[in-house]
């Protein structure tokens, strides 16, 4: 049974440019996450999907920044016109349902902004 | 802001002994829950306590919740060099519908 994929791992982009990081969680998880974390910091919480919503996208940044989680395929996490602040490891997490099931963790994509 | 804040932020001990680590939050919770992170992964879950519990272990973890003060601890027994790791404490708020928040961590250090 295969973890949370992230896909790519290490990802530079040109300021100006957009950057879509991938997120395909694990088999019979519903509910996927994604988190920033800035080095030797903790993760600060983006957005929580399920399949064809937006649950909670309180930790969004009000510009550039969107995330999908399509009926099929994996969510995306979309970021347009990229800047040097952009730069991050940005990790998905997915879980089934329930209040309290824990969070599986991808190994992040590493932004890079040039 | 942050909801949990760990201390202490960095940790070194010598293999074998005990390490501790703390968690302070601020808001009422439905749980507390610890992860580990090692250099360029994702983390990994350790253990949940919920509000209603005192206490849990699982192997050489010890976990203990105090909802008066709003805090937590973990501890590991017996360190092994394999325990180098960041860790953090997470929370969600009783309205949060899972929503973690997590601390900035606590970097521990086992010296061989």
């Known amino acids: 049974n295969a973890g949370v994929m992230q896909n790519p791992r290490h990802l530079v982009r040109r300021r100006g440019q957009e950057a879509r990081l991938r997120c395909s969680p694990m088999k019979g998880h519903s509910h996927v996450y994604w988190y920033r974390q800035l080095p030797e910091e903790g993760l600060k919480f983006m957005v929580y999907l399920q399949k064809e919503n937006i649950i909670d996208e309180s930790g969004m940044p009000k510009e550039r920044f969107s995330a999908e989680f399509p009926k099929e395929g994996p969510s995306i996490l979309r970021i347009q016109q990229v800047v040097r602040g952009d730069s991050a490891a940005y990790f998905c997490?997915?879980?089934?349902?329930?209040?309290?099931?824990?969070?599986?963790f991808g190994n992040g994509t590493r932004l890079t902004v040039t | 802001s942050q909801q949990g804040e760990e201390d202490p932020q960095a940790l070194s001990i010598q293999e074998g002994e005990n390490a501790t680590m703390n968690c302070s939050y601020k808001t009422s919770i439905n749980n507390l829950q610890w992860y580990r992170q090692n250099s360029g992964r994702g983390l990994v879950h350790l253990i949940l306590?919920?509000?209603?519990?005192r206490e849990k272990h699982s192997g050489r973890l010890r976990v203990t919740l105090d909802t008066s003060k709003k805090s937590s601890s973990l501890l590991i027994t017996a360190s092994r060099a394999a325990d180098t790791a960041s860790y953090f404490c997470?929370?969600?708020?009783?309205?949060?519908?899972?929503?973690?928040?997590f601390g900035q961590g606590t970097r521990l250090t086992i010296n061989p």
């Open positions: 997490a997915s879980s089934p349902p329930g209040l309290n099931s824990p969070l599986h």
């Open positions: 997470a929370t969600d708020a009783i309205r949060g519908a899972q929503k973690l928040v």
């Open positions: 306590i919920r509000s209603n519990e």
